[in-house]
C-alpha cells in the first residue's frame, strides 16, 4: 500500500508538471509569432528582442523553482512572476509604439494567457486567484488602448484571462480535494486493517497465552511467590494488550516506563514513578528510542536492587527543550568510582549512546545514586 499522502504528492508532482509544460508552451508561442512569424516585429524595433530575453529569464526562473520543489511555487511567486509578466508586456508595447497601431497587441496574447494557467494552480481560493490576474487585465488593457483596438478585443480577452485563471483554479482544487479524500480513505483502511490483525491476534493470545499464565497463578502451579506474583503482573499486561489498553506502536515511553516500573515493584523494589511532564508534552518517540531508554531504565532499577542498599527509588521523566530527560534516583549505599561490577558502562550508556543520546552518573559514598539519561526528541541513529 502507498504511504501517507501519496496521492497528494502526486497531484502536486502532476500540478507542477502543467505549469512547466504551459510556461514551455507560453514561451515557444510567443517566439513563434515573433521571430517565425509575419509579424516582423524584430526588424522593425529595435530592442524587442532584449525584451523577449526578460520573459525568457523569467520563465527559466519559474520552470526552476517548479521542477525543483516538485509542486507549483508558492503563491507569491506566481504573483510575482504576474507583475512581472504585466510590467514587460506593457515595455513591449511601448518599445514596438506604431508597429502595433492598427494590428492589436497580439504579439504576447498567447503568453500572457497561457501565465493565467498557472496563477489558478497556485491559489488556494478563487478570489485569490483572479486578484493575482489583475496585473495582465490591467497590461493587457492598456496595450489595448495603445493599439487602437480597446473596445474590439479588450473585453473577450480580458475575461479570458480570468477565465483560464478560475478554470485551472477549479481543476487543482478538484484535483487536491480527491488527493486528500484518497489519502484518507487509504489511512482509514490501514487503521482497520491493522485493527483486524490486533484483534486476530489478541484472539490468539487469550485463547491460548494469557489463560495458561492465568491458570498457573490460579491454580497453584507456581509455588515461589516473587515468580507468581511476576506472571500475575505479565498476565494483567497480555490483558491489557489484548484490550487495546497498550500503545503497540512503541512510541509511548510513559507507558513503557509503567511496564517497567510495575516490573521492578513485583520484583521487590518500591518505586515512585513521575512522568507528568513526559506525559503532557504528548511526544511520540521513535521506536528505537523508547526499547532503549526503556531497557536503560529497567538496568538502573535493577542495578539499585541488587548493588544500592536500599529498596526504594524515583524515575522522573520529562522534556527540557529538545530533549527528552530520564532520571533514576536512589538513596542507598552509593559507589565511589564507575567501577565496582555496577555494569553501567555496557547495560546503560551503550543503550544510550546507540540513540544519540548521553548519560550522566552523580553519586558519593553514603550519598546514593543518580543515573540520568538524555536523548534528543529527534535523535539521529542512522
Known sequence: MTGSGEARRRTESALAWTVMLFRFAAFAEVIALNFVGDSGLRRQVPGFAPALAVLGLESALVVFLTWRRRRVPPAWVITADSVLTAATATAMTVVAGTAVKGSGPD??????????????????????????????????????????????????????????????????TQLRRNAAELDETREQVARLAAERERTRNGRILHDRVLQTMEALV?????????????????????RGYVRGDHDSSGSNLTASLEEVVEQAIVAGLAVDLNAAGLRASGAVLPVATVEALSGAVREALTNVRKHAGTGQAVVRARVEGDHIVVGVLDHGVGFASRGGGVGLRESIE??????????????????GTLVELRVPLCPDIS
Not at 492598456?142 to 483560464?164: C, K, R
Not at 491454580?219 to 499486561?237: I, N, P, S, Y
Not at 551503550?350 to 550519598?367: K, N, Q
Open 350 to 367: 551503550g543503550r544510550v549512546a546507540e540513540i544519540g543520546g548521553t548519560t550522566v552518573v552523580e553519586s558519593a559514598p553514603g550519598e
Open 218 to 238: 490460579r491454580d497453584g502451579w507456581l509455588a515461589d511467590e516473587q515468580v507468581r506474583a511476576h506472571v500475575a503482573a505479565e498476565a494483567r499486561w497480555l
Open 107 to 172: 504579439f504576447v496574447l498567447p503568453y500572457m494567457l497561457l501565465v493565467s494557467i498557472g496563477i489558478g494552480t497556485a491559489f488556494r481560493t478563487l478570489r485569490a486567484a483572479l486578484a493575482a490576474t489583475v496585473p495582465l487585465v490591467v497590461a493587457y488593457l492598456y496595450m489595448q488602448a495603445w493599439s487602437g483596438f480597446f473596445w474590439l478585443g479588450a473585453v473577450p480577452h480580458t475575461i479570458g484571462f480570468w477565465v483560464d485563471s478560475a478554470i485551472a483554479w477549479f481543476i487543482a
